[in-house]
């Protein structure tokens, strides 16, 4: 132990004795670190974002709507379509128990002399009405709920009333032009996934609004108690396509289950999240090159006093522990760097991007952290170990030479 603590010692001292050089060579390191950190930390707290609110959709919820055609919310822009018959068509499938439909479009929004273009969603009379409620976890935080009866009426999602979208914020009370129509704002809505810019109105409402007659951006579904979603999902792709004579993989819809989407977010999270973490890993690879140069300069400029540590009884596996234990300290020291500035970095972007998109946030677990130190550790033992060992081989009589 006393060995060990040594050659700590003697590590540290020279690592200090060469301040300027030791923190350039940390400096590869640190940067890779702090990608690595802030990109996985990032990501994972995105992950978390999005399954938190696809799971408040609830698990026993199926999607159907028509094959995407573009970018965009779900439903908002299809090249398939589904209608009041692919409804009655889904609610006689069976493990459905009961199934709605809902319009999201765009629409022209202007208070306060402010327009923005955002996006209208519906609500359906009848008893689909509780599960698009339900599915869309819409809970209102002042004023009441819609009800079936109202009309010219809508609530506004969160960002619309806590935040400065307009010129002035929107209240209960509030007259919106929508399209040109007034509406009057009746409850303001908490945090619900992704409808917080958006309007929601009445099916009636949006229809006249917009005129269109029929038709559904999406049609969501109730899955009976005791059936399995991904069976009953299945059963409702197979009734479709035998509605619409299609052939399976030719669909102009798509039934997804929250499991489904779950699945499809992380996969799509995890391939970007490599590819970031692999272009960091160039970052390492450098800084572990520099520590290697470093520790090879080390051993020219410290050939003399390897020659006395030998002299007086020093053997190869002591020298070599030293250098080793030095590399791996200047990997440690630019690891903490590494772990601060990437800790620091992702909580700024964490900020900002609440601000402006509201759903971004970090997650930092206990294995990342320890883990890009450990990593950071073993690349600065690694990238020494050519290097202690060049040390350990010279022979004592001509390193006391040079």
């Known amino acids: 132990m006393s060995a060990v603590k040594d050659y700590f010692l003697i590590a540290f001292g020279d690592l200090k004795k060469r301040f300027l050089r030791t923190s350039l060579t940390m400096l590869g390191i640190f940067i890779g670190i702090a990608a ?49 018959h692919d409804l009655n068509v889904i609610e006689n499938v069976p493990g459905v128990q009961i199934a709605g439909g809902r319009l ?35 809970k209102v935080l002042s004023g009441r709920m819609l009800k079936s009866s109202d009309s010219k009426k809508v609530l506004v999602g969160y960002n619309l009333w806590s935040k400065d979208v307009f010129d002035k914020r929107v209240s209960l009370d509030s007259k919106l032009l929508i399209n040109g129509v007034a509406f009057q704002v009746v409850g303001l809505l908490d945090k619900a996934g992704m ?89 390492l690879l450098v800084g572990g090159i520099g520590i290697m140069n470093t520790m090879y300069t080390s051993v020219l400029e410290r050939t003399h006093d390897i020659g006395i540590m030998k002299a007086i009884g020093a053997r190869n596996g002591a020298i070599m522990s030293i250098f080793l234990l030095e590399s791996g300290l200047l990997g440690l020291a630019g690891g903490v760097v590494g772990v601060l500035l990437g800790v620091g970095l992702s909580k700024t972007v964490e900020y900002f991007g609440s601000q402006s998109v509201g759903v971004l946030q970090a997650s930092f677990s206990w294995w990342l952290i320890v883990g890009a130190l450990a990593f950071s550790f073993f690349v600065g033992i690694f990238s020494g170990v050519f290097p202690a060992r060049q040390a350990a081989k010279l022979p004592p009589v001509e390193a006391l030479r040079q």
Not at 52 to 70: L, N, R, T
Not at 107 to 133: H, M, S, W
Not at 220 to 236: K, L, N
């Open 36 to 84: 690595v950190v802030a990109l996985i930390s990032l990501g994972q707290g995105m992950r978390d974002v999005i399954n938190q609110q696809i799971g408040s959709f609830g698990y026993d919820k199926i999607m159907v709507q028509g094959a995407s055609a573009g970018f965009g919310p779900p439903g908002a822009n299809t090249a398939g379509a589904v209608g009041d």
């Open 104 to 138: 999201l479009k765009g629409v022209n929004v202007e208070f306060a002399d402010t327009l923005k273009t955002l996006f209208t969603v519906t609500l359906p009379d009848g008893q689909a009405r509780d599960l698009i409620i339900d599915a869309n976890n819409y």
């Open 195 to 283: 409808n917080n810019d958006a309007v929601i109105m009445n099916e009636k409402d949006a229809r006249d609004l917009l005129s269109i007659p029929d038709g559904f951006s999406m049609i969501v579904a109730q899955v009976s108690s005791g059936s399995v979603p991904s069976e009953v999902g299945a059963r409702v792709s197979r009734a479709l396509r035998r509605d619409r004579g299609q052939k399976e993989g030719f669909e102009d819809f798509t039934v997804q289950t929250s499991e489904e989407l779950i699945k499809s977010v992380n996969t799509i999270l995890g391939v970007v999240q490599a590819i970031f973490v692999g272009i960091a890993a160039i970052s």
